[in-house]
């Protein structure tokens, strides 16, 4: 498989699954009392927003990496 055509795939996957989640979420662990022997713990949700701009952006490099692949061929 030639490098251009592979590259486009990549990018077309990222794009069509950045469209589709809009964002990333993780979980952390923050401490809440640290008294003496006591600890108390919470654990706080995060989300990374992802603008659908870049699954578009991803989306049409990954089409045009397509297009430049098969034309080099």
Known sequence: MKTYTLIG???IVIG???LGYQGITYTTREKVVNI???H???DKT???P???I???IA???GIVFLIVGNKKS
Do not use: R
Request: glycine fraction near 16%.
């Open 54 to 56: 870049v699954g578009g």
């Open 36 to 38: 003496g022997p006591i």
């Open 40 to 42: 108390m713990t919470a």
């Open 16 to 18: 069509i699954v950045a």
């Open 50 to 52: 992802l603008p659908p």
């Open 59 to 61: 989306l049409v490099g």
């Open 46 to 48: 995060k989300t990374l």
């Open 9 to 11: 795939i990549i990018l």
